[in-house]
């Protein structure tokens, strides 16, 4: 019978596979939101697994009332947004030309942007070029450097390339110019693309903490990821300005922050998921 579903071999260890992998992905989630709305005394005891106990909102109160974790909550969000828009305003423009089969060097150039995700200088040589610049303890020392990120640059090129290049020879009779053929024509029409690999640069640029810690040595414009680190690798107990022993789990405190350092990516993720879902298809067919 036409669209009976069926079980098979494949189907049942597919999702018997799918199934353990989501479990492993939920379960840290599900845990370490569990313990940040958890009452001190089950946190110490050990006895959160799954479910709160005790609902205690304590800790996020102590994370808002600090003013190390909401200012470094604001520096994340901006070196995000700064950072983010950077990236694709910079990949959009250079994969354009490099996109154009009669554009001069253009083997030439894609062979030095390969070479990039295999060799580079290191983090001394790039430290010391930001250096030069003056661009220590600022936000464009985290955005000018990583600027355009190759695989994405290769991404956007390819998405390009199959796109009518009718379109763009009807606007150049017309007489548009190169910018403008661009911004107001392969930009507005890329936005599965773009929404792609924004979601990537997004990511990368919430989860960076090894740029800000080598390029930012001033503390109050520290991101929400190397505040977070410090809470996690050294014992929060000593830091009498985030956590009361007497009153608050050092463990409440570190999973309340983690908690909400995902709200971003949670609250984005379901609005860009459709472009992401588009976007694994870029290149797969000429349109």
């Known amino acids: 019978m036409v669209g009976e579903s069926r079980l098979t071999v494949f189907g049942i260890v597919n999702t018997i596979i799918l199934t353990c992998v989501a479990i492993a992905t939920l379960y840290p989630v599900i845990y370490i939101t569990a313990i940040s709305l958890s009452d001190t005394a089950s946190v110490m005891q050990g006895d959160v697994f799954l479910l709160p106990k005790g609902w205690n909102l304590e800790a996020y109160a102590e994370v808002l009332k600090n003013n190390k974790i909401p200012r470094a909550y604001l520096n994340s969000i901006c070196y995000t947004a700064l950072g983010t828009l950077v990236n694709l305003l910079f990949t959009a423009i250079a994969a354009y030309p490099l996109s154009q089969r009669t554009f001069f060097g253009r083997r ?3 062979l030095a942007i390969v070479m990039t995700m295999f060799f580079n200088a290191g983090i001394i040589p790039t430290y010391m070029v930001v250096q030069q610049l003056g661009l220590l303890d600022s936000v464009w ?9 190759t695989m994405e640059l290769i991404i956007l090129k390819s998405f390009y390339e199959n796109m009518s290049s009718q379109i763009r ?6 007489g548009a110019s190169e910018f403008r053929i661009l911004f107001n024509i392969v930009i507005p029409l890329s936005k599965p ?7 990537f640069y997004f990511m990368g640029h919430w989860n960076s903490f090894f740029l800000p810690l080598i390029y930012l040595s001033d503390k109050d414009m520290y991101p929400l990821q190397v505040v977070l680190r410090d809470m996690l690798i050294y014992n929060t107990e000593n830091d009498a300005g985030l956590v009361d022993r007497a009153a608050l789990a050092p463990q409440a405190m570190k999973n309340a922050t983690i908690v909400l350092s995902m709200v971003p990516v949670l609250m984005i993720y379901p609005f860009a998921q459709k472009y992401f879902a588009n976007g694994v298809m870029l290149g797969s067919e000429k349109g």
């Open 108 to 110: 030439f150039f894609m």
């Open 141 to 149: 020392a985290l955005v000018l450097p990583n600027a355009i990120w």
């Open 193 to 199: 693309a773009l929404a792609s690999i924004g979601l």
């Open 169 to 174: 020879e009807a606007a150049l009779i017309d």
